[in-house]
């Protein structure tokens, strides 16, 4: 199904755009810069990090400590606590906002990088949680590792 992968990417992508050239934004909102500033220098150090970029590329990890690490299965961490920690399961919904945010973060950047991720993510919603029997998509799903 590569033409519905494709889709997904591009389908949001104009969703994106045409949103941008609604209107302007009103006079009392930050400068545009200061939200590049605060994408490049607090948000995409934690998100593009390897670990939330997951193994292989795409595969996102369903939940990660607050210093970006990856939970160690019976052990709290920063956000996550020792049951969470030991849930092997990763879903569709984070999986689907981590696709989203890569494709925004190309939107505002123009870096094809986060493009790149944005497809790694839409390929594994359809590889990984697309159920080709009922055509729905699998709320969860359980790693074996």
């Not at 494709?103 to 390929?123: E, K, M, R, V, W």
């Amino acid at each position: 199904m590569p033409q519905c992968k494709s889709w997904s990417v591009t389908c949001a992508t104009l969703v994106f755009l045409a949103v941008s050239v609604a209107e302007p934004a009103p006079a009392d909102q930050p400068d545009p810069t200061r939200w590049l500033t605060h994408l490049n220098d607090d948000l995409l150090p934690f998100w593009t990090s390897p670990e939330a970029v997951g193994v292989p590329e795409g595969r996102f990890p369903g939940w990660r400590c607050a210093d970006g690490s990856l939970p160690i299965a019976g052990t709290a961490c920063g956000g996550i606590s020792v049951n969470r920690s030991s849930q092997t399961f990763r879903s569709v919904v984070a999986q689907s906002r981590q696709t989203y945010s890569y494709g925004i973060a190309f939107h505002l950047t123009g870096n094809t990088t986060y493009l790149d991720l944005a497809q790694a993510g839409s390929d594994r919603l359809f590889d990984e949680f697309l159920n080709t029997d009922t055509n729905l998509f699998n709320e969860r799903i359980f790693d074996s590792d």
